[in-house]
């Protein structure tokens, strides 16, 4: 189970030292990250299939507080594609969709 699936149980069910290991890899992860996006706009200097396929878990990460310290060009680089009309039309469809199912399963 990934970070989120240890997150999302119940507090009394939780794995503290596997929440912490899975935040140490997702910081590397986003470290890595940030190194390969640079000083670029996108991934592949304009919006392609690598910033869509990064986009819902980076952003997740970055809502979420995954990340202690993330590097302030996947901050940048995050904002850039929520700002998107496509994709700010994409997120006030699912948020509410994705919240009535936690809520649901909760």
Known sequence: MGLFGELYKPEAER???RIAELQQRAQRVVQVVGAILGRAEYFAGELS???IQLYAGMSKSLESG???SPPSNVVAWCARVTARPSVASA???YIPYRRAVLERTA
Request: charged share 25%.
């Open 91 to 93: 997120r006030e469809q």
């Open 15 to 17: 794995n503290p030292s």
């Open 49 to 51: 299939l690598a910033d």
């Open 66 to 68: 995954v990340f202690q």
